[in-house]
């Protein structure tokens, strides 16, 4: 039931963020850097891609964090674990 819930969609919308989702959830537990997702994701135009971050974030199903580094910071996308 879990492979059929993440995988099956029944409009174009709803399969773009099952998809990216995947590709987070596919990261280490770690996350997924932000430039690694846009690598992953060329699919989708940025437009898509930022609209479709933004509603993951708002609906709980994934955390943005950055990580410092010695040069720039990274912002790192991680799945958000249900409860239950």
């Known amino acids: 039931m879990i492979e ?3 995988n099956v ?3 174009e919308t709803e399969r773009n963020h099952k998809r990216l989702m995947e590709v ?5 537990k770690a996350g997924i850097t932000k430039n690694n ?5 060329q699919f989708l135009d940025k437009r898509q891609r930022d ?3 933004a ?3 708002e609906a709980g199903m ?3 964090m950055v990580r410092p ?3 720039k910071p990274a912002m790192i996308y991680q799945i958000v674990e249900e409860q239950g």
């Open 37 to 41: 997702l846009i690598r992953r994701t």
């Open 55 to 57: 509603t993951l974030i």
């Open 24 to 28: 987070i959830r596919g990261a280490s």
């Open 62 to 64: 994934i955390t943005s």
């Open 69 to 71: 580094s010695g040069t």
């Open 9 to 11: 969609a029944d409009n």
């Open 4 to 6: 059929v819930e993440r």
């Open 51 to 53: 609209e479709i971050v």
